[in-house]
């Protein structure tokens, strides 16, 4: 079965760093790009990253470049976010998405981000 | 890129067929046959219900079906059941490995 499950999220303040993780079993991680995609508090879904099985292409969404990074350790099944400089906007429960085609196809359970002073 | 444009609520009742949109740009939906279609009860992680326009994940009922046509995407939910009350969203390949969704549409079951 596959699964995929986030862990990282929390309070921060403005500014502040966070870095989630992404754990991956149930199929061969390092055969499946895999992306970020968030949700603020009710709204609606974001694409935020996508890094390829190698980690050789790696890119963003415009709202968050040059804040986030993306990673992967294919040796431990696993997946990150680091995020710097977190703003107020940047509050969403934040999803792993296995790529499969240019579908997602499946999500993990979602990991809360808030930042607030 | 902006957000698709969906609907912000449908509604039908039990057994009928509704229609959700999704319009987008000749940058996305309309140069992609990489559209995708998300179910997201409450509290839950978003489940593909349709990928590459019209495809259905095993699984997923045949009730279940999606289409395009230029800048414009369509899920049609035929026999409403009580269970698919949800949030759609829809979802287009934007190229360069970059995804745009719509805002995303309430359905409800009456």
């Known amino acids: 079965e596959v699964q995929l499950v986030e862990s990282g999220g929390g309070l921060v303040q403005p500014g502040g760093s966070l870095r989630l993780s992404c754990a991956a079993s149930g199929f061969t991680f390092s055969s499946y790009s895999i992306n970020w995609v968030r949700q603020a508090p009710g709204k609606g879904l974001e694409w935020v990253s996508y890094i390829s099985s190698s980690s050789s292409t790696i890119y963003y969404a415009d709202s968050v470049k040059g804040r986030f990074t993306i990673s992967r350790d294919n040796a431990k099944n696993s997946l990150f976010l680091q995020m710097n400089s977190l703003r107020a906007e940047d509050t969403a429960v934040y999803y792993c998405?296995?790529?499969?085609?240019?579908?997602?196809?499946?999500w993990g359970q979602g990991t809360l981000v808030t930042v607030s002073s | 890129q902006s957000a698709l444009t969906q609907p912000r609520s449908v509604s039908g009742s039990p057994g009928q067929s509704v229609t959700i949109s999704c319009t987008g740009t000749?940058?996305?939906?309309?140069?992609?046959?990489?559209v995708s279609w998300y179910q997201q009860h409450p509290g839950k992680a978003p489940k593909l219900m349709i990928y590459d326009v019209t495809k259905r994940p095993s699984g997923v009922p045949d009730r279940f079906s999606g289409s395009k046509s230029g800048n414009t995407a369509s899920l049609t939910i035929s026999g409403l059941q009580a269970e698919d009350e949800a949030d759609y969203y829809c979802c287009s390949y934007a190229g360069s490995y970059t995804w745009v969704f719509g805002g995303g549409t309430k359905l409800t079951v009456l």
């Open positions: 998405a296995r790529l499969n085609g240019l579908n997602f196809d499946y």
């Open positions: 000749s940058s996305d939906v309309g140069s992609y046959n990489y």
